[in-house]
């Protein structure tokens, strides 16, 4: 397992966040990427993979990939696309994936024999977020002027990095099911922001740094 970069100070996350195109990056995906875009769902199925799925617990009537797939989608056919197409600001894609987040833990306490927590649920969403923008038809009109907005997915990739900041060092060895509670999630979220805006670019920025860089293979 590929190992989370690690930096001696905030500054230093700063400079290599300068480095980062993420317009490109995008536009890479979505050109690189093996499955055909049938948009939405090349979304629903590629934006989660296995390794996350394995993390947690199935019960014996339906696995946690298939039923992610089925609820996220529902949403996302009933207006929940739309209403990602139309975000534009943090706050509004933090409603949008609050709800969705709900959604998947309302699913998950109906159909499998576990619960899922509302942060690990909100891995799930903006991962799928973040994949909504590589597909048609955000993309390329929209995905350039939503993926700004967007949240970045927490897993030890993301949350160890930022150990190095003050207040931050409990998440030297951190992993997703650290994050406790929505107003650790937003603490976080929102010290990712601040260094990315001293580097002058948006959040999915530091996800592309931080999962690029330690995963040879790019999705």
Known sequence: MPRALSFANENEIVERLKT?????????????????????????YSSVGSSTFRAFRASRNRRPSDLFRS?????????GFAEFCRVNTNEAYRDWAFHLAR???????????????????????????K????????????????????????????LRPLACVEGFGRLRNASMGDIKDKDEYERIQNKIAELCKRAGKPPVAYDFLMWDTTHSERN
Request: proline share 4%; glycine share 4%; charged share 25%.
């Open 20 to 44: 980062v195109d993420w317009k490109e990056r995008i536009d890479e995906i979505h050109h690189g990427s093996a499955r055909p875009d049938l948009g939405v769902l090349t979304a629903v």
């Open 71 to 79: 609820c996220v989608s529902k949403e996302l056919f009933v207006d």
């Open 103 to 129: 959604q998947l833990v309302r699913c998950w306490g109906k159909e499998l024999d576990s619960k899922l927590e509302f942060t690990r649920a909100m891995k799930l969403v903006n991962l799928l977020a």
């Open 131 to 158: 994949a909504l923008c590589t597909v048609s038809p955000a993309w390329p009109t929209l995905s350039h002027k939503i993926a700004p907005s967007i949240d970045v997915a927490l897993d030890q990739y993301s």
